[in-house]
């Protein structure tokens, strides 16, 4: 799906890298927190779906090899990561829709599920408060 | 154990303690480094991961550390330490979805408890040493030219 | 529509099955409490990878319709029984939060 299309699907609007607005994804993964995503994703040219508009989110997608970024809930990065999306050419996108609605929309629309890697989640210990 | 390879490469970077600002340089560096020496996309993935997740647990839990990028003939090894608590139980640490972060650090999207398993699951040879009240030394080895699944 | 006829639907499995007649009125998937608190709305099946026990009662506040854990993910049995005791429903799904979140979507707007 071509980012132009998933712009036009959520009203969002090209933060940056509008002139890649061509560019393809094929998949997408949803999460705020980003060890989920540097656990779970193994593919390249996904769309990260995110409410954080930190900086690290565009580091985690620069070093992942994402294909964009997009922001939800209304979201705008500050000017420094946009500044250095623009340098890493990524795009990002930002929408007013929550997340709920943007993975309903885009996966109605035929964008598919980035594949899972192999992890031993099932086992998992869960989450120990600190002592 | 074999002698050691020739170190074709060497960096080191300083890691600040919690400069959420900055957190994340050092990967973007490392992987910068990597491509430029003409790695393969999987193995610059695999070692961008790895100093990520070392890079936020040194920057939210250490005192401030360094990380030591090493790439020789065969391997690329990348080494942190740090100054700071120590872990007192690195099985329990490394397991999926433990975690002692502060509810800070999850509101800004880490802390999950993956760091330790993630970046084992992303190396070929992992290890860990740890003393309490002083900090934690860990090294991640991805071995180059051989099969990873 | 009806929660036990959304996991049937979307295929996820109960964890803890409180009261599977619940309504159910949209989604809202965040991991993030503090948007939960502000923004998720009574009826909602929550979909968040937090399982720490600060979860049931972000739930029970908002009076969500559960809480979905995607990729497999488990809570701890201490969450799990403060769930029950809470009268808050837990399901797991298999696949990733996109894609229960596309699902349950595409089923409560065909």
């Not at chain 1, 109605?108 to 002592?131: D, E, I, Q, T, Y």
């Not at chain 2, 090493?70 to 872990?87: A, N």
């Amino acid at each position: 799906m071509k980012l132009a299309e998933i712009a036009k699907l959520l009203d969002a609007q090209f933060v940056t890298g509008a002139d890649q607005a061509e560019r393809e994804v094929a998949r997408a993964f949803a999460a705020d927190l980003l060890s989920d995503v540097l656990a779970m994703v193994q593919e390249e040219g996904v769309l990260l779906i995110t409410g954080m508009i930190t900086p690290q989110v565009v580091r985690v997608a620069e070093v992942m090899n994402m294909g964009a970024v997009l922001f939800v809930r209304g979201k705008l990065p500050p000017q420094a990561t946009v500044e250095y999306a623009t340098g890493a050419t990524i795009p990002l996108l930002a929408t007013g829709q929550d997340m709920y609605e943007t993975c309903g929309t885009l996966y109605r629309a035929g964008l598919l599920p980035a594949k899972r890697k192999g992890f031993p989640l099932g086992n998992a210990f869960p989450h120990a408060r600190h002592p | 154990m074999p002698s050691p390879t020739r170190v074709i490469h060497k960096r080191i970077y300083e890691v600040a303690p919690r400069d959420l600002e900055r957190a994340g340089t050092v990967s973007t560096a490392v992987r910068r480094e990597l491509l430029a020496l003409g790695m393969t996309p999987d193995i610059v993935r695999r070692a961008s991961i790895i100093c990520f997740e070392g890079e936020m647990n040194m920057v939210l839990y250490s005192e401030g550390g360094r990380i030591i990028l090493l790439v020789r003939d065969d391997r690329v090894e990348l080494l942190f330490s740090d100054r700071g608590p120590g872990i007192a139980d690195i099985d329990l640490a490394s397991q999926p979805g433990y975690s002692t972060a502060p509810d800070w650090a999850r509101e800004l999207g880490f802390g999950a408890g993956f760091g330790i398993n993630n970046m084992e699951q992303n190396s070929d040879l992992f290890k860990i040493r740890s003393r309490v009240g002083e900090g934690t030394v860990v090294r991640a080895t991805i071995l180059l030219g051989i099969p990873f699944f | 529509m009806e929660l036990r006829k959304v996991i049937a639907e979307i295929g996820i499995t109960t964890l803890v099955g409180a009261d599977l007649a619940r309504e159910v009125r949209g989604g809202y998937c965040s991991d993030l409490l503090s948007d939960v608190l502000a923004h998720a709305q009574a009826g909602d099946l929550w979909i968040t990878h937090q399982r720490h026990l600060n979860v049931i009662a972000v739930a029970k506040l908002r009076d969500v319709a559960g809480v979905v854990f995607p990729r497999g993910l488990r809570p701890s049995a201490d969450v799990a029984a403060r769930a029950q005791a809470e009268g808050v429903n837990l399901l797991i799904a298999e696949g990733t939060a996109f894609e229960v979140a596309g699902k349950l979507y595409r089923f409560l707007h065909p």
